[in-house]
């Protein structure tokens, strides 16, 4: 899987990943569609927010969208196929 990773202000790179197996309680998504929000914009620009300082490369595009390819063995009423949107804050 690809993703762009923040190195240091105004300086990202896009990376390839291992793909990632899905705990019990997780879905696995193939992201179809990122938005990039203030907040990726200010990292790259600043490399903070705040108090929050980038020290480590960081993966930017957080508002997401796509579709479950995979589901842990607790997932109830989700399935691969199905599309959703996510919110990795919570």
């Given at each position: 899987?690809?993703?762009?990773?923040?190195?240091?202000?105004?300086?990202?790179?896009?990376?390839?990943?291992?793909?990632?197996?899905?705990?019990?309680?997780?879905?696995?998504v193939k992201i179809r569609n990122?938005?990039?929000?203030?907040?990726?914009?200010?990292?790259?620009?600043?490399?903070?927010?705040?108090?929050?300082?980038?020290?480590?490369?960081?993966?930017?595009?957080?508002?997401?969208?796509?579709?479950?390819?995979e589901t842990g063995a607790n997932?109830?009423?989700?399935?691969?196929?199905?599309?959703?949107?996510?919110?990795?804050?919570?």
């Amino acid at each position: 899987m690809r993703a762009a990773v923040l190195t240091d202000p105004e300086e990202f790179e896009i990376e390839e990943r291992e793909r990632p197996e899905p705990d019990a309680d997780e879905v696995l998504v193939k992201i179809r569609n990122v938005g990039i929000c203030g907040s990726d914009v200010h990292y790259y620009e600043h490399g903070r927010i705040g108090d929050f300082v980038v020290e480590n490369p960081l993966v930017l595009g957080h508002e997401s969208a796509g579709e479950i390819v995979e589901t842990g063995a607790n997932v109830n009423g989700f399935e691969a196929g199905d599309r959703v949107t996510l919110e990795p804050g919570v």
